[in-house]
């Protein structure tokens, strides 16, 4: 059997070093789409919950413009946005009540 000479084993050497590289190159793309995947559905399911927050803020803010109009008046009719905050909020509430 013939001894393995210097260059041989400097060879084996690169090629296991290219082999490792290769490996450790896959596994870090994989994981990099994998992340990328979980990032999307984050977002997918968190801009419907934005959504959601943003009208229940505008109907609030609408009943409590109501009720504002309504202490320093004393009419009536500054009631209709707190009525219809207070509608639109029922009808937010019923429709993201999944999210």
């Known amino acids: 059997m013939k001894p393995f000479s210097r ?15 290769a490996l450790v190159s896959t596994s870090s ?6 992340m990328e995947r ?8 968190a801009i419907p919950i934005a959504a ?11 009943q409590e413009t109501g009720i504002r ?3 320093l008046t004393a009419d009536e009719q500054y009631l209709d946005p707190f009525t219809s905050g207070k509608d639109q909020l029922q ?7 999944n999210l």
């Not at 979980?38 to 399911?45: G, L, R, S, W």
């Open 69 to 71: 109009g309504y202490l």
């Open 7 to 21: 260059s041989r084993i400097s060879i084996s050497y690169v090629i296991a070093i290219i082999a490792l590289l």
């Open 38 to 45: 979980e990032n999307n559905a984050i977002v997918n399911d």
């Open 52 to 62: 959601a927050i943003n009208n229940l803020l505008t109907d609030l803010l609408n």
């Open 91 to 97: 009808n937010d509430l019923y429709h993201h009540k």
């Open 29 to 34: 793309y994989i994981a990099s789409r994998n």
